[in-house]
């Protein structure tokens, strides 16, 4: 690989205590014990998302497996036709990690892993451990299902994060092979496979192969995934029909639900939140990525259409999405049940790299609006205080009860199980949380866009020329943050900083003189002219009560409480059984609190009413309506990233709110 075309991304340092406890996490807790899952060492109970006995549960033997189809073991495929993803994925969070803070014992690791990886893979370059193991006959021949380009998508991307960490070009050399293998099968050519991957991915992934590279080979790739899919909505079941007639042993052809592919119809053509939500919002990063860099208008457009969709109509409080188990997908408009919902932390990370890659494209605050709605609440909500327990479902109202007798409802967890039969979400956050500084800042050609309050430093250059953006801030009351830019050269940059919807009456000041902090698109702009500049934005950060649109039938008469980027919820251990009695009548007061589990957060106190239910209803379950009994209930809500951390009970994120108190 010609390491002349090779760029690295700008540098933006980490310095937020509240991220930094996440970083420290991933390295210290996330990734040795994910390295011991993948080698099925320790005593890891692996749960299943939910009911249903096809859920491999033994163990995860991700490396026997990649050992078995090196030839280095005897044996069988276990797990998922996607279970290399999980190595790729683990590799990627190393890497990330390891740009952050050199670590020798994981640079070992990683460098034996690419041994195995190197050994594993067949000399024309395809890679997939399952259909090497144990069906060689039907490689690419099963699309639909056998996620081939979407575990390779994934070993792109790890192969990045390496060497942007470390400058090897070791796995790369491994990805690169594999796209070479895919190109020989793939394309309108003669004797080509003119068709994609049932899940997307290696769409995303070669567009950021292309950033960091170059080579125009790697986006035009990305570009025809993209415009193949849906361009014959029958192409699935013809490729299974194929295999049959040329004697192919596969079993029987299933019902291939064209649209939980977004293979129903061109993606061009798509406006839409439709079918399975993580494939949904990988492959409408990737037209958002592939359209800006070919500059098509009608892959961008597409793509904007999907994302106000979903923000609009289709996405939770929480910045979660999915509103449903069955396909773990969306549904229709408005249709957020919270007891019923799926909101997968896969989904709520490809919702915040769509929302990125998006920005890149437009500069508009609503894209960063929903990038923090999703990072603060629905992604880190995925992992426990531990770094050993994680969800795959993000639920707004939780009842053991209900988890554990309702088997409609048996993929909401009441607690964090340590790992999963389907283990994707775990090592997406690893991989996710140590790239953080990605979102922080947006460097283009003509601005740069303080996206994040995090405190952070970024060192990029413009036109050659170096220049030094450091952030820091102070939340009690109000909010101050504190800005310095520091250049080189005499060339004017303008500096975009994103006022957060939830900061209220913001003052800035520039060099010391006060300024109008009038907006564009989101973003305020201070033109930086000279050497060193100081800017500081004061604000308030309201406790405020959100409300659903009315056709949202979930959360009528119903508010939710949100304090900057945080939404809160009740947990039982705080507020006793029976959350769904309770009523929000009076003042919301922060109250700042350190707490042995959870650490120092800003808790929300408010007055509230609970209804009696124990003596007036002994022995009856239906009445003639009557007036209720009613008595005041303190109430305390926490962020909603950190339930489950304590004790197993109820959570609920929205409360009833009368009429009559608001």
């Known amino acids: 690989m010609n390491k002349t075309l090779l760029q690295q991304n700008p540098q933006v340092t980490i310095a937020d205590s509240f991220w930094l406890k996440y970083m420290q996490l991933v390295k210290e807790e996330m990734i ?113 299902e056998s996620h081939e380009l979407y575990c390779i998508g994934h070993l792109i991307e790890a192969a990045i994060g390496y060497f942007q960490a470390t400058g090897s070009d070791r796995l790369l050399q491994v990805a690169d092979k594999a796209i070479d293998c895919i ?13 994609t991957d049932g899940h997307q991915e290696i769409e995303l992934a ?46 029987p052809i299933p019902v291939i639900n064209t649209v939980y592919h977004q293979a129903d119809k061109p993606v061009i053509e798509q406006d839409s939140a439709r079918g399975h939500a993580v494939r949904l919002v990988y492959m409408a990063q990737a037209m958002a990525g592939a359209g800006h860099h070919k500059q098509d208008e009608r892959l961008i457009s597409a793509a904007k259409k999907i994302w106000e969709n979903i923000v609009q109509k289709r996405m939770y409080i929480t910045g979660g999405i999915g509103s449903t188990v069955r396909g773990e997908a969306f549904t229709y408009d408005y249709d957020l049940p919270n007891d019923l919902m799926y909101c997968e932390t896969c989904a709520a990370i490809g919702l915040l ?47 053991p009860q209900a988890s554990t007798f309702n088997p409609d409802k048996s993929h909401v967890k009441a607690t964090r199980p340590s790992w999963f039969g389907c283990a994707c979400c775990p090592p997406n956050l690893a991989r996710t949380l140590p790239a953080i500084g990605r979102y ?48 080189t050269s005499a060339e004017r940059l303008r500096l975009g900083i994103r ?17 109008l902090t009038e907006t564009d698109n989101g973003y305020t702009y201070v033109a930086i002219i000279s050497g060193s500049t100081e800017i500081e ?9 959100l409300e659903a649109h009315p056709l949202v039938k979930a959360d009528k008469g119903k508010v939710a409480l949100q304090r900057g980027p945080f939404v809160y919820c009740m947990e039982e251990q705080d507020n006793g059984k029976q959350l769904h009695l309770t009523a929000l009548t009076g003042a919301i007061r922060p109250r700042f609190l350190t707490d042995d589990i959870l650490g120092d957060i800003v808790c929300l106190d408010a007055e509230g009413e609970v209804r009696v239910t124990e003596d007036e209803w002994q022995d009856t379950l239906y009445r003639v309506r009557q007036k209720p009994q009613i008595i005041p209930k303190k109430l305390t809500f926490i962020p909603y990233y950190s339930w489950g951390n304590r004790s197993l009970g109820e959570m609920q994120v929205w409360i009833d709110k009368e009429e009559s108190h608001v």
């Open 32 to 144: 040795p014990f994910q390295w011991d899952v993948l080698h099925d060492k320790g005593d890891v109970i692996i749960e299943s998302e939910r009911d249903d006995a096809t859920i491999p549960t033994e163990k995860s033997h991700v490396i026997e497996n990649f050992k078995i189809a090196a030839g280095l073991k005897e044996g069988n495929h276990y797990g998922w036709l996607f279970q290399d993803s999980d190595l790729y994925k683990w590799i990627e969070a190393a890497a990330n990690t390891l740009a952050l803070e050199k670590d020798e014992t994981l640079t070992t690791q990683i460098e034996e892993t690419i041994d195995l990886l190197e050994a594993a893979q067949d000399d024309d370059g395809y890679l997939s451990t399952y259909y090497q193991i144990e069906a060689p006959q039907l490689k690419f021949r099963r699309l639909f």
């Open 183 to 195: 190109e020989a099968h793939f394309g309108k050519g003669e004797g080509k496979i003119d068709g």
């Open 206 to 251: 070669l567009v950021r192969l292309y950033e960091l590279t170059g080579k125009q080979k790697y986006l035009d790739l990305s570009a025809y995934f993209l415009e193949v899919r849906g361009e014959d909505p029958s192409f699935f079941t013809k490729q299974l029909e194929e295999n049959d007639r040329i004697g192919l042993k596969q079993g």
């Open 353 to 399: 790299n769509f929302s990125n890659e998006l920005l890149k494209t437009e500069t508009d605050s609503r894209y960063a609006d929903i990038m923090e709605r999703a990072l603060y609440n629905s992604v880190i909500s995925g992992m426990a205080l531990d770094g050993k327990h994680f969800f795959y479902v993000n639920p707004l109202e939780v009842d």
């Open 440 to 487: 922080t800042f947006t460097q283009k050609a003509d601005e740069v866009l303080l996206n994040l309050f995090i405190d952070s430093e970024l060192h990029g250059e413009q036109d050659g020329k170096a220049y030094t953006i450091r952030q820091r801030h102070t939340f009690s009351e109000t909010g101050r943050t504190f800005i310095t830019v520091e250049k």
């Open 499 to 515: 006022i957060p919807y939830w900061a209220e009456h913001p003052v800035l000041v520039v060099d010391g003189q006060e300024v």
């Open 537 to 545: 934005l004061a604000y308030t950060i309201p406790s405020n009560e």
